[in-house]
């Protein structure tokens, strides 16, 4: 319970910093995330007549971080149904906090890129909110990891989803959560790592994929789940690689919609894929029993 | 909520009652096959069954987002 009140904390200035930049709107779609997680948690458990556990925080931190990982331009109820989905499906389903295989607020972006593919467009410019690309949208269209400058990514100067903007903020929480000992840093580390590693070989300034997308959010916030992901370290560290893989890959090739978005950006995919294995990465990895 | 929104959220349930409730009958039969005693098995496939739609909708969603496109 204080892990995920903690995560709130660690959350809450990059989700400050959206709604200074973004405006109300911003507050508007992650409040519509974190009730509507909360409510569909609420009302599932008191049809299945089980214990109603959202003061444990969960919940909020599924919806918080959905509210987070849309675009200014989604509608309200696009984020309140994926939340929704996320938690029912997504965890409530396999016996809810604990049991669940997947992230339930990546699975619940999942469920938004599927359904809602038109409404992440147009990316819009922090302030004057003018139409603008983001600059993992700018990579794929010229091929160079250039354009945008790092400060700008770094501090949240740039059009991308509402909470993934601020790299700054979000580290600064994520710190935090390290410091509390609350998630297990091998992940990011081994995602950033795979991720410096591909920038360097292919000849680009790592920085830009380290601020450019979501991979802060998603590396140091989404794929450290304790519940989804894996419990050695070992395990951690391969997990965290194939995070850092899939977001490069994605980033490069891609995947698309034909003729609706052309997805630019991997996490979702990554942290989902990657969550599969979790099981068998906990049991290949797990240690000896000390004699 | 656009009609094509519409659509693939219900074709998103049509895919998970379709795995969850086809797995159903062949996992029972697997389990009792096996010997289990019938309530257990209907309790360890009734959370296989689950598992199986979830995971089926999740590929469902990844291979319409990457490469279909369908519903638009």
Same mark, same amino acid.
């Given at each position: 319970m204080k892990?995920?009140?903690?995560?709130?904390?660690?959350?809450?200035?990059?989700?400050?910093?959206?709604?200074?930049? %973004? @405006?109300?709107? $911003?507050?508007?779609?992650? !409040?519509? &995330?974190?009730?509507?997680?909360?409510?569909?948690? #609420?009302? *599932?458990?008191?049809?299945?007549?089980q214990k109603i556990t959202v003061k444990d925080g969960s919940a909020a931190v599924t919806g918080l971080l959905l509210g987070m990982a849309v675009s200014i331009s989604t509608p309200w109820y696009a984020?309140?149904?994926?939340?929704? %989905? @996320?938690?029912? $499906?997504?965890?409530?389903? !396999?016996? &809810?906090?604990?049991?669940?295989?997947?992230?339930? #607020?990546? *699975?619940?972006?999942?469920?938004?890129?599927?359904?809602?593919?038109?409404?992440?467009?147009?990316?819009?410019?922090?302030?004057?909110?003018t139409t603008a690309a983001t600059p993992l949208e700018?990579?794929?269209?010229?091929?160079?990891?250039?354009?945008v400058p790092i400060h700008e990514m770094f501090l949240g100067l740039i059009p991308g989803t509402i909470g993934e903007v601020s790299s700054l903020l979000l580290l600064i929480g994520f710190a935090f959560l390290v410091y509390r000992k609350f998630v297990r840093w091998r992940i990011p580390a081994a995602a950033?790592?795979?991720?410096?590693?591909?920038?360097?070989?292919?000849?680009?300034?790592?920085?830009?994929?380290?601020?450019a997308g979501s991979l802060v959010l998603g590396a140091c916030f989404m794929a450290t789940d304790p519940m989804t992901s894996p419990k050695f370290p070992k395990g951690q560290l391969i997990f965290g690689a194939g995070v850092g893989l899939?977001?490069?890959?994605?980033?490069?090739?891609g995947w698309q919609t034909p003729g609706v978005y052309e997805f630019t950006e991997g996490t979702t995919f990554a942290v989902l894929t990657m969550n599969l294995f979790v099981p068998y990465l906990n049991k290949k990895f797990k240690p000896a029993p000390k004699k | 909520m656009p009609e094509s929104s519409i659509i693939r959220f219900l074709s998103v349930?049509?895919?998970?009652?379709?795995?969850?409730?086809?797995?159903?009958?062949?996992?029972?039969?697997?389990?009792k096959k096996q010997g289990v005693d019938e309530s257990a098995a209907r309790t360890q496939v009734k959370q296989e069954a689950k598992k199986y739609s979830i995971i089926a909708?999740?590929?469902?969603?990844?291979?319409?987002v990457s490469v279909a496109g369908l519903f638009i």
């Open positions: 892990m995920m009140y903690g995560m709130l904390m660690a959350l809450t200035p990059a989700a400050l910093w959206s709604i200074y930049i %973004f @405006g109300p709107q $911003a507050l508007v779609r992650i !409040l519509a &995330g974190v009730v509507a997680a909360v409510a569909a948690e #609420a009302v *599932f458990q008191k049809l299945t007549r984020v309140s149904v994926s939340a929704a %989905f @996320g938690i029912i $499906a997504g965890k409530q389903l !396999l016996g &809810g906090f604990g049991k669940n295989l997947f992230n339930p #607020a990546m *699975f619940g972006r999942l469920f938004y890129l599927f359904v809602f593919p038109d409404s992440i467009l147009p990316w819009r410019q922090p302030f004057d909110l700018v990579l794929r269209e010229t091929g160079e990891a250039a354009g950033f790592s795979v991720v410096l590693v591909l920038a360097l070989v292919a000849g680009h300034n790592p920085l830009f994929y380290f601020f899939i977001i490069m890959l994605m980033r490069w090739y | 349930m049509a895919v998970m009652l379709v795995v969850g409730f086809g797995w159903f009958p062949i996992g029972l039969a697997r389990l909708a999740f590929l469902y969603m990844v291979a319409m």
